[in-house]
T-cell receptor, first 115, second 109 residues
Framework: DGGITQSPKYLFRKEGQNVTLSCEQNLNHDAMYWYRQDPGQGLRLIYY???????QKGDIAEGYSVSREKKESFPLTVTSAQKNPTAFYLC??????????????FGPGTRLTVL | GQNIDQPTEMTATEGAIVQINCTYQTSGFNGLFWYQQHAGEAPTFLSY??LDGLEEKGRFSSFLSRSKGYSYLLLKELQMKDSASYLCAVMDSNYQLIWGAGTKLIIKP
């Protein structure tokens, strides 16, 4: 089955620790995205990548870092510099170039709680 | 700035019809998406509109008026499983999605 996987579903970390969230897709999509979702707010874009070894900052990139060494994988590191890291993190992927309908497919999400 | 507005919460009765509105102000327009998101789960794609008018897909329909910066999602024959949040998102001139905060739909028997 094609899809996007994120692990773990729930993650707890102590304040001051870096943590890496995984995202893997087997849809052969070129573009991948990381969003953060907080209660009462829309999805906010953290980083995105449209091709291997290249990525761009989104609206709220401060305190986060990513890598795109493989087409299938787009891990997100939440660093200790992120002031309010507790949130629901969603990874998505899409085709590139099939404008205008490049629908994004989402993974199941990781709920990060920093204690 | 860019802005997407949707009602925070709506309540409807099983078997009825509900319309969820979305208004937007964005830098450019390359289409409007509706997604459904059950609590704690991933959003799933429902519809896409880029031209004015109504797109029908089973019990769900989506309407767009570009001149008014307005869209709605129409859900017919409501079922309990339709209880979810409905997210409106607009693709701007940079082909990035701008998301609304979502409308939580509560279905009552």
């Amino acid at each position: 089955d094609g899809g996007i996987t994120q692990s773990p579903k729930y993650l707890f970390r102590k304040e001051g620790q870096n943590v890496t969230l995984s995202c893997e897709q087997n849809l052969n999509h070129d573009a991948m995205y990381w969003y953060r979702q907080d209660p009462g707010q829309g999805l906010r874009l953290i980083y995105y990548s449209q091709i291997v070894n290249d990525f761009q900052k989104g609206d709220i990139a401060e305190g986060y870092s990513v890598s795109r060494e493989k087409k299938e994988s787009f891990p997100l590191t939440v660093t200790s510099a992120q002031k309010n890291p507790t949130a629901f993190y969603l990874c998505a992927s899409s085709r590139v170039g099939e404008i205008p309908h490049n629908e994004q497919f989402f993974g199941p999400g990781t709920r990060l709680t920093v204690l | 700035g860019q802005n997407i507005d949707q009602p925070t919460e709506m309540t409807a009765t099983e078997g009825a019809i509900v319309q969820i509105n979305c208004t937007y102000q964005t830098s450019g327009f390359n289409g409007l998406f509706w997604y459904q998101q059950h609590a704690g789960e991933a959003p799933t794609f429902l519809s896409y509109n880029v031209l004015d008018g109504l797109e029908e897909k089973g019990r769900f329909s989506s309407f767009l008026s570009r001149s008014k910066g307005y869209s709605y999602l129409l859900l017919k024959e409501l079922q309990m499983k339709d209880s979810a949040s409905y997210l409106c998102a607009v693709m701007d001139s940079n082909y990035q999605l701008i998301w609304g905060a979502g409308t939580k739909l509560i279905i009552k028997p």
